[in-house]
C-alpha cells in the first residue's frame, strides 16, 4: 500500500491500482467513460483528469489523466479545483457535441453512465449550434439493437468484444471524429458473449433489445438477486420485473463467478418465463373429460392418486432447486426416488461426486480458472455447454501477457501495451474432442478422435507423468510424442488446469482426467486443480440428495415393481425416444406431473399441478465448483392474478402429503425445508448455518427489491381495481415487493438485488458496493462452498476399460449454445436463434456414402426414422455421426447407439 494525498487528505491505496481506481475505491467521485476494471487503461476519453502537485507548496500542478498514471508513494492529487473541474466539463461537453441528446426516448435512460457523468460534471448548455454528423445504425440480430448515433468514441465496445472475449465480427472503422462502432455490415453478433456489450457501453448505442419489446425505465422494475439456470455454472444475475412480466435480465456482481460478464443464453433466454400458455391451474382427467380445479380439489386429487396405487415413483429434476427435490423424495420414500439422469449421466455424477468429496483435488472457481497457465480440456465444448468457462479460458491463456508484462515493470492495467505483447505470448491450451470447438483458434494442438480414442490418448499423458500408470498401446509414433510434450507442459507450468465433464457421456474421459490431475500432483512440482462441467444447473445438488437412474424407473414399469409415477419438472421425452415415453404414458391415470410449461410428459397426465418458475421463487442450486447458491423469488404471480393457482413444487408435494398422512402443515415457509433437509444430510448443513434465513433484517428493515424511484404501484392493477391494495408479503426471504426497505450497501448483505447507489444509475454502481473497484464484494461473494471443509482421504488412481468395435456408425452428442438446453427452447428470442438440426459426418464417411453438402441422409435409431440434412466435418473421425442431443426430438438415450446402415435420402 501507498500512502497519497488527494484533495488535502491522506489514503492508503493499492500500488497495482492506477490513480483512478485508488481514487474510485476510496469513494470518491471521478466521472470516466474508457477505463473499465476488465479491461484497463487506454486514456481514449479524457474525462478522468485530476490535477498533480510536485509538492504541498505547489500551487499551479498540471494536469493528468488519471486512468493511465501509477500510484507512486508521496503522490499529491486534487480532484475537485477549479481547472480539473473546468477541463473535465469542457470534455464531456466535446464528447456530447454529436450526441442527439435523445434521453427522453432512450432505452437507456435513466441507466446510462453518460447521464450520470454529464450530471457529476454539472454540464447543462450546449454551445454547439450546427448539423450533426449522424449515422446509419445496423441490424446486429435479435438481441441487440444498435444507435451509433449516440456514441462518444471511448472505444469500450471494440475493446472488450475483439480484446477481451475474442470476437471477430465488430471493429471500428474510420478516424478522428468519424468513427464507426460496428460490422462490416448488417449481421448477427457471432459471439457468445455479444450482450455484455449493453451493459460496457456507457451510452445508448448498443441496447437491449428484448427489452425494448416492452419498455421500461429501470425504476419502473422491481428486482431480486437469482441465478442462472441455463448451464451449471451458476452465473448471479438481477431480474427486472413490471405487471408479472420478466423485462430485462442484468449482471449482478460476484467476484468469484462472472464478474461483470454473462453470457447470451443466461442474458436473452428469460422469455420462456412468461409464456402465455403456461399451466395456471390445477387440472384432472375425470371421465377423460379435463377438468380444472381450485387448490383444494387439487389437494384431494393428489391424495387419491396416492391411495389408488400402491407402489409410485417419484421422478426429480436437476432444473429445479434441491428443496423440490427433497420434497419429492419426502414424499415418495427414499427406495422410490429417482434423480431422472440416464445411467451414463450418473455414472459420470458419480465420479464427480467422489472426487469432491473423497479427492485431495483442488476445485476453481469460475475466476480462478483465469490465472492458470496451462489448461487440457477433455472432451467438452465449453463456448456451446458452457460458454462462461469458455470466456474465462480465453482469459487463462492471455494471461501470459500481463505476467511479463508485470516482470518489466508494466503495470496489468495498461491495456495498449498487454493487448501487443499478447500477439506473441500466451499460455498453453490443449483440446481433445470429436470435432472442432471454437476454442480451437487459442489452442496449442487440438486432437481430434472418438470418445475411446481421446481416453486413449489421454491415458498416455498419464502414464508419461507417472510410469506406475498402464502404459498405452496401438498408439502411433505422433501421438507418443504429443502425449510426452503435453505431458511436459503441464507438468512445468506453475499453475494446471483440467477440464472435463458429463456432456460426453463417457466415465473414461472423466476417469482419465481425473488420473492426470493426480499423476502431477504426485510430482508436488506445482499446482493443478480440476473443473467439472454437468449439463445442468443443479445437477450436483441432485446427485447429493441420490436417488435411481429414469432406466431403472423404466425397467420397474416394465416389471410391473411401479404401478404409478410422478414426474415433477421433468420432460421425459428428452432422456428416451418418443416410442418409450409413449409407452410409459400410455396409461395416463398412473401419471401426476408438476411443472410451469406444457412439455410433452405435462400433456400426457391424468394429474397436473402447475408450479412456479425459477424467477417466481425461492430456492438453492448447487453450481459446478460445489457452491450452494440462493435464487430469490422476483414477483408473487398469485397477486398479479389472483385466478391464477400456482405454488412452489415443494408445496404442493408437502399439502398432499400432509393431507394424506393427516399431519399438520410444517413447512410454512422455504426456511421450514431447507432446516428439513439439512438435519437428514449433513452435507447440506452449510446452507443452513450460512446463507440469510427470511428473518435477516438491516437496521430492522427488509431488504428493497424496488428502487427509490419506483412508480406506478397503484396503477399495478388498476384495470381490476382503482383501490390500492396492499403489496404480497415474502414470508420466504428477507426481501420485501416495493421500494420500502433497505438498498445500500453492506457488509453483513451480500444477495443485492439491483445496482444502484446516489449519482451511479448506471451498472458502474457496482463499483460502489466493492471493496475495491473490480475486487470483492464489501460484504463478500454470496454462496457457501459445500466440499471445502470435508476431510478428504488420499488421491486414487481409477481404472480406464476402452472397448473399441468397429462394425457401426456411434451417435455422438453436439451442442450449440442456442437449442440445447431445456426451458430455453421455450423462448421464443432464442427460437428465432436455433439453427436446423442437421447431422454432422465425417468428410471420409460422406465420400464413402457418396453424400455431398446438401445431401439429406436417412436412419433408424430407436424406432424411429430420421432424415436430417448433413454437415461435413473436417475433423470428425469415421464412423461417427453427431446428433444435437437436448433438441425436441433427440434424447440423450441416443448417445452411444449403433447404426447399421445410413443412406442418402432422395426426395
Not at 533 to 542: K, R
Not at 597 to 609: A, C, G, H, R, V
Not at 810 to 815: G, L, R, S, V
Request: proline share 3%; charged share 25%.
Amino acid at each position: 500500500m501507498s500512502k497519497i494525498y488527494i484533495n488535502k487528505k491522506e489514503y492508503y491505496a493499492n500500488k497495482s491500482h492506477n490513480l483512478l481506481q485508488a481514487c474510485l475505491s476510496i469513494g470518491l467521485d471521478i466521472p470516466y467513460f474508457c477505463w473499465h476494471p476488465q479491461l484497463g487503461s487506454v486514456g481514449s476519453c479524457r474525462q478522468c483528469a485530476v490535477t498533480q502537485y510536485d509538492s504541498l507548496s505547489d500551487s499551479k500542478g498540471r494536469l493528468i489523466m488519471s486512468c493511465m498514471t501509477p500510484i507512486v508513494d508521496g503522490s499529491i492529487i486534487s480532484t475537485n479545483d477549479k481547472v480539473s473541474k473546468t477541463f473535465r466539463q469542457n470534455i464531456v461537453e466535446l464528447l456530447l457535441t454529436n450526441h442527439p441528446h435523445d434521453c427522453p426516448v432512450c432505452e437507456e435512460g435513466g441507466n446510462c453512465h453518460l447521464q450520470d457523468v454529464t450530471v457529476m460534471n454539472k454540464h447543462h448548455i450546449r454551445n454547439y449550434r450546427f448539423p450533426k454528423r449522424t449515422h446509419k445504425n445496423q441490424y446486429l440480430g435479435s438481441f441487440i439493437k444498435h444507435e451509433m448515433n449516440r456514441c462518444i468514441g471511448c472505444y469500450r465496445c471494440v475493446r472488450y468484444y475483439k480484446d477481451y472475449a475474442d470476437g471477430r465480427d465488430l471493429n471500428v472503422y474510420g478516424s478522428n471524429s468519424n468513427i464507426y462502432f460496428g460490422r462490416v455490415e448488417d449481421g448477427i453478433l457471432e459471439n457468445e458473449h455479444s450482450g455484455n456489450l449493453v451493459e460496457i457501453c456507457p451510452t445508448g448505442v448498443f441496447t437491449d433489445k428484448t427489452h425494448s419489446k416492452k419498455y421500461n425505465r429501470k425504476w419502473d422494475m422491481q428486482y431480486a438477486p437469482s441465478i442462472c439456470q441455463s448451464c451449471s455454472v451458476g452465473c448471479n444475475i438481477s431480474i427486472g420485473e413490471r405487471y408479472g412480466e420478466i423485462r430485462r435480465v442484468e449482471n449482478r456482481y460476484h467476484y468469484n463467478i462472472n464478474h461483470y460478464f454473462i453470457c447470451d443464453l443466461g442474458r436473452f433466454g428469460y422469455s420462456h418465463s412468461d409464456l402465455k400458455n403456461r399451466p395456471r391451474n390445477p387440472s384432472c382427467l375425470i371421465d377423460e373429460k379435463l377438468k380444472i380445479l381450485n387448490l383444494n380439489e387439487a389437494i384431494k386429487e393428489g391424495v387419491n392418486f396416492f391411495r389408488r396405487h400402491k407402489n409410485i415413483i417419484g421422478v426429480g429434476s436437476s432444473r429445479t432447486s434441491v428443496e423440490n427435490n427433497f420434497a419429492l423424495k419426502e414424499l415418495v420414500g427414499e427406495n422410490n426416488f429417482s434423480h431422472g439422469m440416464s445411467s451414463k449421466e450418473e455414472s459420470c455424477l458419480k465420479l464427480i461426486l467422489n472426487v469432491f468429496k473423497n479427492n485431495n483435488l483442488y476445485i476453481p472457481s469460475l475466476r480462478e480458472i483465469e490465472s492458470y497457465d496451462s489448461i487440457l480440456i477433455l472432451g467438452e465444448d465449453l463456448t456451446q455447454t458452457s460458454p462462461r468457462v469458455a470466456l474465462a479460458v480465453r482469459q487463462a491463456i492471455k494471461k501470459k501477457a500481463k505476467d511479463i508484462a508485470e516482470f518489466n515493470g508494466i503495470p496489468r492495467w495498461n491495456a495498449t501495451v498487454i493487448s501487443n505483447i499478447s500477439e506473441n505470448h500466451k499460455n498453453s491450451l490443449y483440446i481433445t474432442h470429436t470435432h472442432e470447438t471454437k476454442l480451437d483458434d487459442i489452442s496449442e494442438w487440438s486432437y481430434f478422435a472418438s470418445i475411446n480414442d481421446q481416453s486413449k490418448f489421454g491415458s498416455a499423458i498419464a502414464h508419461n507423468l507417472d510410469n506406475d500408470l498402464p502404459v498405452v498401446e496401438n498408439l502411433n509414433s505422433f501421438l507418443l510424442e504429443k502425449a510426452i510434450c503435453i505431458s511436459k507442459k503441464l507438468l512445468n507450468a506453475k499453475k494446471t488446469l483440467i477440464i472435463s465433464g458429463t456432456n460426453s457421456f463417457s466415465t473414461s474421459i472423466i476417469k482419465t482426467a481425473i488420473n492426470i490431475a493426480i499423476s502431477i500432483k504426485k510430482h508436488k512440482k506445482n499446482h493443478v486443480a480440476m473443473t467439472f462441467l454437468t449439463s445442468s444447473s443443479n445437477a450436483l445438488g441432485l446427485g447429493l440428495i441420490g436417488g435411481i437412474s429414469i432406466d431403472q424407473v423404466y425397467r420397474r414399469l416394465n416389471q410391473k415393481q411401479a404401478d404409478a409415477i410422478i414426474f415433477m419438472e421433468y420432460d421425459l421425452y428428452r432422456y428416451f425416444s418418443q416410442y418409450d415415453c409413449d409407452n410409459i404414458l400410455k396409461k395416463k391415470t398412473n401419471v401426476l406431473v408438476i411443472d410451469h410449461i406444457y412439455t410433452e410428459t405435462y400433456k400426457n397426465s391424468m394429474l397436473s399441478l402447475p408450479c412456479l418458475n425459477f424467477s417466481e421463487s425461492s430456492g438453492t442450486v448447487i453450481n459446478f465448483e460445489g457452491r450452494a447458491q440462493r435464487f430469490f423469488q422476483v414477483y408473487d404471480p398469485m397477486f398479479i392474478d389472483q385466478k391464477n393457482c400456482l405454488y412452489e413444487s415443494w408445496k404442493w408435494l408437502h399439502f398432499i402429503q400432509c393431507k394424506l398422512l393427516n399431519k399438520k402443515i410444517s413447512w410454512l415457509n422455504l426456511d421450514d425445508v431447507i432446516t428439513s433437509y439439512s438435519n437428514k444430510y449433513p452435507i447440506f448443513k452449510t446452507i443452513k448455518t450460512s446463507l440469510p434465513n427470511a428473518d435477516f433484517r438491516i437496521k430492522n428493515q427488509k431488504i428493497a427489491r424496488s428502487p427509490n424511484r419506483y412508480s406506478g404501484r397503484t396503477a399495478l392493477k388498476s384495470h381490476i381495481d382503482i383501490h390500492e391494495s396492499s403489496q404480497p408479503q415474502d414470508i420466504n426471504t428477507m426481501f420485501s415487493f416495493s421500494m420500502e426497505g433497505f438498498s445500500q450497501p453492506n457488509k453483513s448483505f451480500e444477495y443485492i438485488p439491483f445496482a444502484w447507489f446516489p449519482s451511479w444509475n448506471s451498472p458502474q454502481a457496482w463499483n460502489k458496493f466493492q471493496k475495491e473497484v473490480g475486487k470483492e464484494l464489501i460484504s463478500g461473494d454470496s454462496g457457501v462452498h459445500l466440499f471445502k471443509e470435508n476431510p478428504k482421504i488420499s488421491d486414487i488412481y481409477l481404472n480406464c476399460k476402452i472397448n473399441i468395435e468397429k462394425k457401426y456408425w456411434y451417435i455422438i452428442p453436439y451442442y450449440r449454445i442456442f437449442g440445447h438446453e431445456e426451458l430455453t427452447q421455450y423462448s421464443s428470442i432464442i427460437k428465432e436463434n436455433i439453427a436446423r438440426p442437421y447431422a454432422l459426418i465425417s468428410k471420409s464417411d460422406a465420400l464413402e456414402i457418396g453424400l455431398k453438402k446438401d445431401s439429406i441422409i436417412k436412419f433408424n435409431c430407436l424406432n424411429k426414422n430420421f432424415c436430417l440434412n448433413i454437415r461435413i466435418s473436417e475433423n470428425l473421425h469415421s464412423q461417427q455421426i453427431g446428433l444435437p442431443i437436448g433438441r425436441k426430438g433427440f434424447p440423450s438415450a441416443l448417445v452411444g447407439k449403433k447404426i447399421k446402415y445410413i443412406r442418402e435420402f432422395i426426395q
